[in-house]
């Protein structure tokens, strides 16, 4: 598996689904920051029942890169920041289906980038139309 990394954001593939979370130092800082993300999302999907859909936008931050927001109706969400161009792209290009994971990685003791998607099964699959 095949994982595009920067020192603060991972993405890969999981058939053909984009997977994208903020790089941790550990599995313990993972699992906190996917557990909070889950239950705002979870508060997201909650706010107008019969449409738990959501946008995604990408804010241009003050020094060229991006900051990912995923947006309810009555409430918006910024996950990920310092998503540099080139992560920014492969992102995009991978949303063929408008599916998307948001989960995390993690720096394993032996110097590998695992993801919580997989190892955990921890991550929420978010649809975007358009």
Request: aromatic fraction near 8%; glycine fraction near 8%; charge should be positive.
């Amino acid at each position: 598996m095949k994982i595009y990394r920067t020192n603060d954001v991972a993405l890969t593939f999981l058939n053909d689904i984009p997977a994208i979370g903020p790089r941790l130092p550990s599995k313990e800082d993972a699992l906190k920051v996917a557990k909070s993300y889950l239950g705002m999302i979870d508060q997201l999907s909650r706010e107008k029942k019969g449409n738990p859909r959501c946008s995604i936008r990408f804010l241009k931050q003050s020094d060229g890169r991006y900051t990912l927001v995923i947006k309810g109706t009555e409430m918006a969400l910024e996950t990920l920041s310092n998503l540099d161009e080139l992560m920014l792209q492969r992102f995009k290009r991978g949303l063929k289906r408008n599916l998307f994971i948001l989960t995390c990685f993690f720096d394993e003791p032996e110097g590998k980038l695992s993801c919580l998607a997989l190892t955990e099964g921890m991550g929420a699959v978010l649809y975007s139309p358009g």
